[in-house]
C-alpha cells in the first residue's frame, strides 16, 4: 500500500514562508502526477498545485500562483511545496495526492497523505 506523508508545516507569520514535502512509503510514484490540496475548517478541499511525473507543466491555483512553487527532487519523490508571502487565508489543512492526470479535481487523485496544518498569523 502506497501511503503519503507530508511535512513541514507549522505556524508562520503573514509575509513568512513554509516548504512542505511529501514523501512516499510502501511503494514508488515516479510516474504518477502529485497535486496538493488544502482545506480550511468549514470548507471545501481546493486544488492548490499539481506536477507531472515528468517534472513539467506545473498547474496552480489562482489564489497561489505567483507565491507557490511546486517541484519534484528529480522527477521523483519527494514532492516539495514552496510557500512564500503567506497570508492568513493560506491557512488550512495541506494534503498531498497522487493520481494519473493532472487535474484540479480531487476525486482523480489516487493516494492522499494525512494532511499537515499551516496557519499563517496576521
Known amino acids: 500500500q502506497v501511503h503519503l506523508v507530508e511535512s513541514g508545516g507549522g505556524l508562520v507569520q503573514a509575509g513568512g514562508s513554509l516548504r512542505l514535502s511529501c514523501a512516499a512509503s510502501?511503494?514508488?510514484?515516479?510516474?504518477?502526477?502529485m497535486g496538493w490540496f488544502r482545506q480550511a475548517p468549514g470548507k471545501e478541499r481546493e486544488f492548490v498545485a499539481a506536477i507531472r511525473g515528468s517534472g513539467g507543466s506545473p498547474l496552480y491555483a489562482d489564489s497561489v500562483k505567483g507565491r507557490f512553487t511546486i517541484s519534484r527532487d528529480n522527477f521523483k519523490n519527494p514532492v516539495y511545496l514552496q510557500m512564500n508571502s503567506l497570508k492568513a487565508e493560506d491557512t488550512a489543512v495541506y494534503y498531498c495526492?497522487?493520481?494519473?492526470?493532472?487535474?484540479?479535481?480531487?476525486?482523480?487523485?489516487?493516494?492522499w497523505g494525512q494532511g499537515i496544518q499551516v496557519t499563517v498569523s496576521s
Open positions: 495526492a497522487a493520481g494519473n492526470s493532472r487535474t484540479v479535481v480531487p476525486g482523480a487523485y489516487t493516494y
Open positions: 510502501g511503494g514508488t510514484l515516479s510516474n504518477y502526477v
